[in-house]
Each structure stands twice: as structure tokens, then as C-alpha cells.
């Protein structure tokens, strides 16, 4: 009898300790999902409301906004990066200084037929600024003449 109470117990416990992470992934997809549609839209006020320190790189956030719509159907045709993407965990010193990121690798080949370095886009996401805001004001890289 003692074991039949044990079950629901030790499962509550279970559903208790992965219901933040959940949440914690659910506000990572939306913000990603925010992302994804404001480049879309060409929209740069939702764009840099989501960046952590906006008004310090303006210019950055603005140019990487201009540089990934100019592209968007070459990097994200039919929305497949919002469809194929995973949440990790960065490994840090100190459990509570834990951070988490999206990263995508996009591959082009191009005009010339050479297959070029791939464009990485790598969103950042730190627990104290909120998983609502991209943490680093710079996601691209290898993103200069990359769509040349």
C-alpha cells in the first residue's frame, strides 16, 4: 500500500522539477518565433525590442535586421528554421549564471557554384536578462559576402 502512495508522489515530484525548464523553452520558442517573424516583416522596432542593451548597438542590430530580410527566403524558405531548431544549455562555472541558445547553421552555394562558409546565427538567451530577450546584440556570423 505504501508503494501505491510512493507512484503519485515520486511522479508529482517528477512534473513539479520539469515544469520551469518547460516554461523556460516555451518563452525561448516564442521569442525565436518573434524573431523569425520580424525579419520577416522587415519590422525594426520588434526587432530590436528584442535584443538585451537595444539602444547601445542600434546600428548593429538594425544592420543585421537589413542583411538577414534582404535574404530571408535563402536562410528561411517556407519557415523551416522555426520548425528545426533546438534549445540548449551552455556550460558555465556556476549553475545559476546558466544560459541557454538557438543556433543555426545556413548553408549557400554560391553564384559561382563554391560552396561558401555557412552563415551562423546563434540567439543567446540568460536567465536574469529573461528568456523574452536575446542576450548578444550580434548573432551573425560569417554573414560578409555571404550572399554574394
Given at each position: 500500500?505504501?508503494?501505491?502512495?510512493?507512484?503519485?508522489?515520486?511522479?508529482?515530484?517528477?512534473?513539479?522539477?520539469?515544469?520551469?525548464?518547460?516554461?523556460?523553452?516555451?518563452?525561448?520558442?516564442?521569442?525565436?518565433?518573434?524573431?523569425?517573424?520580424?525579419?520577416?516583416?522587415?519590422?525594426?522596432?520588434?526587432?530590436?525590442?528584442?535584443?538585451d542593451e537595444n539602444?547601445?548597438?542600434?546600428?548593429?542590430?538594425?544592420?543585421?535586421?537589413?542583411?538577414?530580410?534582404?535574404?530571408?527566403?535563402?536562410?528561411?524558405?517556407?519557415?523551416?528554421?522555426?520548425?528545426?531548431?533546438?534549445?540548449?544549455?551552455?556550460?558555465?562555472?556556476?549553475?545559476?549564471?546558466?544560459?541557454?541558445?538557438?543556433?543555426?547553421?545556413?548553408?549557400?552555394?554560391?553564384?559561382?557554384?563554391n560552396i561558401k562558409?555557412?552563415?551562423?546565427?546563434?540567439?543567446?538567451?540568460?536567465?536574469?536578462?529573461?528568456?523574452?530577450?536575446?542576450?548578444?546584440?550580434?548573432?551573425?556570423?560569417?554573414?560578409?559576402?555571404?550572399?554574394?
Amino acid at each position: 500500500m505504501k508503494n501505491l502512495l510512493l507512484i503519485p508522489i515520486l511522479l508529482l515530484t517528477i512534473n513539479c522539477c520539469n515544469a520551469p525548464k518547460n516554461s523556460d523553452d516555451a518563452e525561448i520558442k516564442e521569442t525565436v518565433t518573434k524573431y523569425w517573424k520580424a525579419i520577416k516583416d522587415n519590422d525594426i522596432e520588434t526587432y530590436k525590442n528584442l535584443f538585451d542593451e537595444n539602444e547601445e548597438f542600434s546600428g548593429g542590430i538594425q544592420a543585421d535586421l537589413f542583411f538577414l530580410h534582404k535574404n530571408y527566403e535563402k536562410i528561411n524558405p517556407n519557415n523551416i528554421l522555426l520548425k528545426n531548431y533546438k534549445i540548449k544549455d551552455t556550460i558555465v562555472m556556476f549553475s545559476n549564471n546558466k544560459q541557454k541558445y538557438v543556433q543555426y547553421v545556413v548553408n549557400n552555394q554560391g553564384n559561382n557554384g563554391n560552396i561558401k562558409k555557412p552563415l551562423i546565427i546563434t540567439l543567446m538567451f540568460y536567465k536574469p536578462v529573461g528568456y523574452n530577450k536575446i542576450y548578444n546584440p550580434s548573432p551573425l556570423k560569417n554573414h560578409i559576402g555571404w550572399d554574394k
